[in-house]
């Protein structure tokens, strides 16, 4: 469900995101999921089921050192009135 944006770069990072919409109504919300990585997994899926975020939207799960969790970003715009 993850999909990797950018093998290139700093395999310890994200992908950054750019928004720079002036006439749009809309805001970028950035969500970040951290548990293990069975728990972010099954959050990026309902998240895409109830059509929130797509799961193709989740950067790779970075994985903690010495812990069992990984971190997991993604961003998308929001309206806003």
Do not use: C
């Not at 992908?15 to 999921?33: A, C, G, R, Y």
């Amino acid at each position: 469900m993850f999909i990797d944006r950018d093998s290139s770069g700093d395999s310890n990072q994200p992908p950054e995101e750019t928004f720079s919409n002036p006439f749009s109504d809309e805001e970028p919300v950035k969500i970040t999921l951290v548990g293990t990585r069975k728990a972010v997994d099954r959050m990026v899926g309902m998240l895409h089921r109830y059509n929130i975020i797509s799961g193709s939207a989740w950067s790779r799960p970075i994985p903690f050192k010495n812990s069992d969790e990984v971190i997991s970003v993604a961003s998308r715009s929001i309206q806003i009135d």
